[in-house]
């Protein structure tokens, strides 16, 4: 159980172009899914909190136009980055939690690599 | 501001011994604590999670809780070179909140 998908698992794109990254828990509904960025040999960087039917909760600093979230159903929660740059590639995980159950575990999807030229 | 600390490492233990990964966190409302293993190029993995002070085992973890030290710990007996990851060590507030903070992580290497 807790199984979390996310795709694609690497992105390439030109610089300019607006990426959508998708994260879904396949057998369990996540009320809050997390979204992190980590770049090589750092630590997660917790980027927002997503709850869903609601507006996305950025961390200081993360642009919300830029990294806009969407958490329309219980198992889906998509992040696009738009107008990507160079400097916005890393590598980006989800996350999705329940309220239910066992207290505040966030179970990964498997991180999507973004690569902007 | 809510911090949990790691020693960076890495932490060599040889193939066979216990190895023993620490983290402090500096918020005393803390309710929940995780160990997660993040292999390198790889998302995070839930290894343990615990919630009362003392001892929590499962196989090969002991994960360890000292509140009043707000302080907790990961034995790994038998260390094994596929056991080489960074463990990040995680703390999570109750009330229903479920953000949780990560530390920087500590890096294991087990030597053959």
């Known amino acids: 159980g807790a199984v979390v998908s996310q795709h694609p698992s690497r992105v390439i794109c030109k610089s300019g172009t607006s990426v959508k990254i998708e994260c879904r828990s396949l057998?369990?509904?996540?009320?809050?899914m997390f979204w992190y960025r980590q770049f090589p040999k750092q630590s997660l960087m917790l980027m927002a909190t997503?709850?869903?039917?609601?507006?996305?909760?950025?961390e200081q600093g993360v642009e919300k136009d830029k990294f806009l979230i969407n958490h329309a159903s219980l198992t889906l929660s998509t992040l696009t980055v738009t107008s990507a740059h160079p400097e916005d590639s890393s590598f980006y995980i989800c996350?999705?939690?329940?309220?239910?159950?066992?207290?505040?575990?966030?179970?990964f999807g498997a991180g999507t690599r973004l690569s902007v030229l | 501001q809510k911090e949990v600390e790691q020693n960076s490492g890495p932490l060599s233990v040889p193939e066979g011994a216990i190895a023993s990964l620490n983290c402090t966190y500096s918020d005393r409302g803390s309710q929940s604590f995780f160990w997660y293993r993040q292999y390198s190029g790889k998302s995070p993995e839930l290894i343990m999670f615990?919630?009362?002070?003392g001892d929590k085992e499962d196989g090969r973890f002991t994960a360890q809780l000292n509140k009043a030290s707000q302080y907790v710990s990961l034995l790994i007996r038998d260390s094994q070179p596929s056991d080489s990851a960074t463990y990040l060590c995680?703390?999570?507030?109750?009330?229903?909140?479920?953000?949780?903070?990560f530390g920087t992580g500590t890096k294991l290497q087990v030597i053959p």
């Open positions: 995680a703390v999570g507030q109750d009330g229903g909140y479920q953000k949780v903070t």
């Open positions: 057998d369990f509904q996540a009320t809050t």
């Open positions: 615990i919630y009362s002070n």
């Open positions: 996350s999705a939690s329940t309220s239910g159950g066992l207290k505040n575990i966030q179970y």
């Open positions: 997503s709850n869903e039917g609601s507006k996305a909760t950025y």
